[in-house]
């Protein structure tokens, strides 16, 4: 197994790390109940998507 000869700087180490941050999810108002809802997906509070109602899965807590 090979050992580094030198030490990483910090500027190397940061550029390898630049890709590791984390966004925030885009998100749009649902044009039924306009609450928040990620694009593409059945609104998690009403269950519609494309103006049609679709079942949704009940807490079972």
């Known amino acids: 197994m090979g050992i580094p000869k030198t030490k990483p ?3 190397r180490r940061g550029s390898r790390r630049s890709h590791d ?7 749009s108002a649902c ?3 306009t ?3 990620m694009p593409h997906r059945i609104c998690p509070q ?6 049609k109602v679709f079942n949704q899965k009940e807490d079972v807590s």
């Open 9 to 11: 700087s910090r500027a």
């Open 21 to 27: 941050s984390l966004s925030i999810p885009n998100l």
């Open 31 to 33: 044009p039924q109940c």
């Open 35 to 37: 609450e928040p809802k």
């Open 46 to 51: 009403c269950g519609t998507y494309k103006g």
